[in-house]
């Protein structure tokens, strides 16, 4: 579509017919306020912006649960399209680990929020989904925010005929962004093979993990094993690669305390998760026992679900993923809060390939920036074909160490609903539940 032709309708009237209708007058329904309110034409509030918007509309939401061989059970992809009457298609993921199922129906709950809407005010209907909910947002709503809000930034961005991170104020790396994929090997030899892979594609950082679960209070065995393990892969990997251990909120801030001091002399990246993230005090106390940097916020939803962390200064990355803290808009907001707090940003992506791609948007413009996270592995899997069939290029995957920038508008690819026909939705699957010997309940 011609750029000109839609923004000719600046500063005009809304198109006519249903879409042209202004919302029912709001009425006071129930004592509170708070019943429901007949269904509009146009989502409400979106009257007001009808003179400094388009004549862009959407009308109409899709969502697609998507199960590919090769990926975790527990993680179908979760997508939704955005149809609009000018013909252009705004794609966003909100894929749960989990609770792919609740995200779909959340996501559908979100339809009156959006269809009629002009996509072009995004943060206006960011700010309605996440207020008009009542209820502040958790994975499953944060999770459904983020499909749609990915896709209205998709849309924003081809209206406009520039990429998403054009929009934001990038790029600050014409090269791409960097990146690390997970050490998927177990024993030396493997880790000196990935070495020399590494250096044949310019590969410049892995992150691995620890080797077990792990009680609040731990036996000098296990805590000697994790040691020795993390020293394995600095020896496997050698000196000139960056390594990060993902704790994966296994460790009480005690034990993670005394694994880290052990690991000091191997200046790692970062040490991930080193307790569960909910108990900001508790990773205090690590952080005032360690030198290494530590790095958390995979599962945190919003900016303020971080604003604790930055407040008291006890973190030195932040991690939120783009399918769960509410989309490019709140990735952009935590990389701008972190950034006043001297905090770098090193985002979790470890779903599908729209949340990924949409992450390096955020990636590209932000000046804290550091790494970005793909779950990938250096040799491509499966799941990496099947991607590469979906959208025609090999999406996520690096060329000397950085993700390559899309240059195409929005999000910068085409997917059609026939690609994924291929992998029709299995259902939500658990993730991981592993337990002691005593039968507790395991951090994994």
Not at 139 to 158: C, E, M, N, T, Y
Not at 161 to 177: A, F, Q, R, S, T
Not at 310 to 336: F, M, P, R, Y
């Amino acid at each position: 579509m011609n750029r000109r032709h839609f923004l000719a309708g600046a500063g005009g009237t809304v198109a006519a017919g249903k879409l042209a209708g202004s919302p029912t007058r709001r009425q006071s329904l129930s004592s509170c306020d708070c019943a429901l309110q007949p269904q509009a034409a146009t989502p409400p509030g979106a009257g007001a912006l009808a003179s400094v918007g388009s004549k862009v509309r959407i009308t109409n939401l899709k969502t697609f649960g998507v199960t590919i061989p090769g990926a975790p059970p527990d993680r179908p992809y979760v997508f939704v399209k955005l149809e609009t009457n000018e013909g252009l298609i705004g794609w966003g993921e909100g894929t749960l680990e989990g609770k792919a199922g609740a995200v779909l129906a959340c996501i559908n709950d979100f339809r009156e929020f959006v269809v009629g809407a002009d996509p072009i005010a995004v943060e206006h209907h960011w700010q309605s989904m996440y207020v008009h909910s009542f209820y502040r947002a958790g994975p499953v709503i944060g999770s459904a925010l983020s499909a749609i809000d990915q896709a209205l930034w998709d849309l924003r961005g081809k209206m406009l005929g520039v990429p998403v991170y054009k929009l934001l104020g990038g790029p600050n790396d014409p090269e791409g962004v960097r990146g690390y994929y997970v050490a998927n090997a177990r024993t030396l030899d493997e880790l000196k093979r990935l070495r020399e892979t590494a250096q044949a594609q310019g590969i410049t950082a892995f992150k691995g993990g620890l080797p077990n679960y792990y009680e609040w209070i731990e036996t000098n065995e296990k805590i000697t094993e994790a040691i020795r393990h993390v020293e394995m892969l600095r020896e496997g990997l050698g000196p000139d690669i960056d390594i990060a251990v993902d704790f994966h909120a296994k460790t009480s801030p005690t034990v993670a305390s005394v694994i880290i001091k052990e690991l000091e002399p191997l200046h790692l990246l970062w040490v991930e998760e080193p307790c569960p993230p909910e108990n900001v005090r508790a990773m205090a106390r690590i952080a005032r026992r360690v030198n290494t940097p530590i790095a958390t916020g995979e599962r945190l939803v919003a900016s303020y679900g971080v604003r604790e962390l930055v407040e008291q200064s006890v973190v030195d990355i932040i991690q939120t993923d783009t399918n769960h803290v509410g989309g490019i808009t709140a990735l952009w907001k935590v990389a701008a809060l972190a950034n006043v707090s001297s905090i770098s940003m090193a985002p979790h992506a470890c779903e599908g390939p729209i949340g990924m791609l949409a992450s390096l948007h955020v990636d590209a413009s932000i000046p804290n920036f550091l790494i970005q996270e793909c779950c990938g592995q250096a040799v491509p899997q499966v799941r990496d074909k099947v991607w590469e069939e979906w959208f025609g290029f090999p999406v996520m995957r690096m060329v000397n160490g950085k993700y390559p920038l899309p240059d195409k508008p929005g999000l910068g690819f085409e997917l059609t609903e026939d690609a994924l026909k291929k992998y029709p939705f299995a259902g939500s699957r658990p993730m991981a539940r592993v337990f002691h010997k005593d039968g507790s309940v395991a951090e994994w």
